[in-house]
Structure formats: structure tokens, C-alpha cells
């Protein structure tokens, strides 16, 4: 047992650097495969959100530009580390906008593979956050809690709750190329967000 927790220690110290990087390209997998998915199922895309949702084609159009240019522009701004609040934002929209408009609502495992999605995001917005300034600093204070830890706390549950329900529920996927490749890029992001549990320690 000791020796195991002194190879996960020598590793850790190892690959912290490079860690967070590889944690937040694993997570925006996801929304750059989407967004550059949009461009290419442009019309595919439009066309069935104009069926569904009987909006008409310039509505539908505008649903897949900001799917597109809301998923690209987010991931280009967590990657490069500039505004990241607002870009986590974003995608956090993004979840919501997609979870109505493809009724993923009542579709089980779509549902928790989006809540782990958040739970990831939550996780980077509590990275990036910075520690609010309290009046001893550098002294921890017992007893209160940051909106940080809050925020860890949530992303660690959604995660771990996409985890079990959506493990149970993968059989039930068709072997379609279409839903493998979503579901692939859907775990990638999970592996991110556990990666910045591993990166960002156990927190309060």
C-alpha cells in the first residue's frame, strides 16, 4: 500500500506541470469535436433542428452558428488560459441550449453524460478561479467555505454520477459510428474532469 502511494506521489510530482494542460484538452474534446461537427452537418444539422422544432431554416441556421462559434470560441479560450470564466460560461449555455433543443432531457444516459460535461466545467471554473481576498492571508480559515470548494464539490459529484448511471446505461447504445464517435469524445471529457480532480487534490 505505502509503496503504491509513493509511485502515485512520484508521478504526480512528475506530470503536475503538464497535468492541468492535458486534464483541459481531455474536457474541451468534446466541444471541439461538436463545434467542428457543426461546420461540416451544417445543413444535416439545421435541417433537423427546423423539422423538430417547426422554426424555420434562418432559426435553425442561427442554432448551429452559435453551437459552432460558441463551442470553437470557448475551447480556444480555456486552451489558451484567456477568459476562461466567461468561455466555461459559455459552454455551460451551450449544455443547456442543446440539452432542450435535442430533447436530451428525457434521454437517460444523454442527460447524465451532459451533467458530467458541467461537473468538468465546474471543476475548470473552480481552477481558474481565483481565492477570494480574506482578511489574514495566507492563514486557512476553519469553517467557511469558498464558492470554489462548493464548486469542486459539485463538479466531483456530477462526475462520479455520470459514472455510475452512465456505465450501466452504455450497453444500451447502438453500435452506430455516429453515436461510438460522441460517446468516445463524451468519456474523454469525463477522463478531464477526473484528471482535474487529480491535478487540483482533494480539496475542503
Not at 505505502?2 to 497535468?19: I, P, S
Not at 444516459?109 to 466545467?121: E, P, T
Not at 469524445?185 to 482533494?202: K, N, R, Y
Amino acid at each position: 500500500m505505502g509503496q503504491a502511494e509513493d509511485v502515485a506521489d512520484q508521478f504526480l510530482r512528475l506530470t503536475k506541470q503538464y497535468l492541468p494542460h492535458v486534464a483541459r484538452l481531455c474536457l474541451i474534446s468534446t466541444f471541439l469535436e461538436d463545434g467542428i461537427r457543426m461546420w461540416f452537418q451544417w445543413s444535416e444539422q439545421s435541417e433537423y433542428i427546423s423539422a423538430t422544432w417547426n422554426c424555420g431554416w434562418l432559426l435553425a441556421s442561427c442554432f448551429v452558428l452559435i453551437n459552432l462559434l460558441g463551442q470553437l470560441g470557448g475551447c480556444v479560450l480555456i486552451l489558451s488560459r484567456n477568459f476562461v470564466q466567461y468561455a466555461c460560461f459559455a459552454l455551460f449555455g451551450i449544455i443547456a441550449l442543446q440539452t432542450v433543443a435535442y430533447s436530451i432531457l428525457w434521454d437517460v444516459k444523454f442527460l447524465m453524460r451532459n451533467l458530467a460535461l458541467g461537473g468538468g466545467l465546474l471543476l475548470l471554473l473552480a481552477e481558474s478561479r481565483g481565492e477570494g481576498k480574506s482578511m489574514f492571508a495566507g492563514v486557512p480559515s476553519l469553517g467557511e467555505s469558498s464558492p470554489k470548494q462548493y464548486m469542486q464539490l459539485g463538479g466531483r459529484v456530477l462526475l462520479i454520477l455520470q459514472n455510475l448511471v452512465g456505465t450501466a446505461l452504455i450497453v444500451l447504445v447502438a453500435p452506430m459510428h455516429d453515436f461510438l464517435k460522441y460517446d468516445f469524445f463524451q468519456t474523454t471529457s469525463v477522463i478531464g474532469g477526473l484528471l482535474l480532480v487529480v491535478a487540483l487534490g482533494p480539496g475542503g
